[in-house]
């Protein structure tokens, strides 16, 4: 389902053969994305990126191969939004993780072939207030533009009369070679919060993954660094206006519980987001907006 039928969205914003919109599983519509640098495509449910590759490269952002496609149910893998709260909302225990952006349906606003070869798709989501889990009222709007490189903008613009206090993440899912041998590198000397246990501790050295890992790295640097020997790649995240990094790797007795995930997908995926949440919460003043930008560089 789609606001826009596929034949109106393609008369509108289709760029010759750089970007299409077709129907795909479960019903929902993919814009495609093939404009010589890179490959990518793109849920218009979550405005969910769900893969971005450059030309003769390995896969960048990895999605699950028993990912859901239906309507309302959130897709395991890509880049979801987590918008306008992180994790479990904070006193309603009946609403659903991660806010409503990831589920909602978008709107494609405009398109554009960059002189420099890249593509560019923006997305809306107006959210009138009143919602049973949002009283207030805000616009967002996100902008995907690909290349070699891959950038990703949210802006949420405060369009009620009083302040909002949100979380945020870009949750951004990574194909590495084998998580065993992978580390994450710029978080050093980082204060985070142990997701699994709820202590407050301090990173020493690179992050390395040998059993389940779930944290929320504050003050983060603006470049974090995926050092993956088994693709003989690092991935460089930069990013800006993101005061948390979350670090996330289920391990293998996770992967295996969830439905959406292989028993043994653990192995090659790490989760590295970019993200303002917990205490990193942001207040944004009537008529003010704010800009969460981050930037994938393949080295
Ligand atoms: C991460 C969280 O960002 O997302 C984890 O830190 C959570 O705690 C994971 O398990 C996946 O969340 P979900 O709602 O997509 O299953």
């Known amino acids: 389902m789609s606001i826009m039928s596929v034949p109106a969205l393609n008369a509108q914003f289709a760029l010759d053969n750089a970007l299409q919109f077709h129907n795909g599983p479960g019903g929902l519509v993919f814009a495609h ?11 218009l449910q979550g405005a969910q990126l769900l893969d971005w590759q450059p030309t003769g490269e390995k ?3 990895w999605c699950s191969n028993a990912a859901r496609y239906e309507t309302d149910a959130a897709i395991r893998g890509g880049v979801p939004v987590c918008w306008p709260w992180f994790g479990a909302h904070p006193h309603r225990r009946d609403a659903p993780a991660h806010g409503f952006a990831r589920t909602a349906l978008w709107r494609v606003i405009h398109s554009e072939a960059l002189t420099d070869g890249r593509t560019r798709i923006d997305f809306e989501l107006p959210c009138p207030g009143n919602t049973p889990f949002w009283p207030e009222g805000a616009q967002l709007q996100l902008s995907l533009t690909v290349g070699r490189t891959l950038e990703m903008a949210l802006v949420t613009e405060n369009n009620s009369a009083l302040p909002i206090t949100i979380t945020q993440a870009l949750h951004s899912y990574f194909v590495v070679g084998d998580i065993r041998q992978t580390q994450v590198l710029g978080l050093e000397n980082c204060e985070y919060t142990d997701k699994l246990d709820g202590g407050h501790k301090q990173q020493s050295g690179a992050v390395f993954f ?8 504050h003050s983060s640097d603006t470049l974090c660094v995926i050092d993956d020997p088994g693709l003989h790649r690092q991935i460089h995240i930069r990013a800006t206006n993101s005061a948390s990094t979350v670090v996330w790797n289920p391990w293998q007795e996770k992967s295996a519980a969830m439905a959406d995930m292989e028993d043994d997908a653990y192995l090659g995926m790490l989760c590295v987001e970019t993200a303002n949440v917990a205490h990193d919460e942001v207040t944004i003043n009537a008529g003010q907006s704010r800009r969460l930008w981050s930037e994938l560089t393949l080295r």
């Open 33 to 43: 994305i093939d404009n010589g640098l890179a490959t990518a495509r793109v849920c």
């Open 59 to 61: 896969p960048v952002i």
């Open 210 to 217: 040998d059993r389940e890992i779930d944290r929320i790295y």
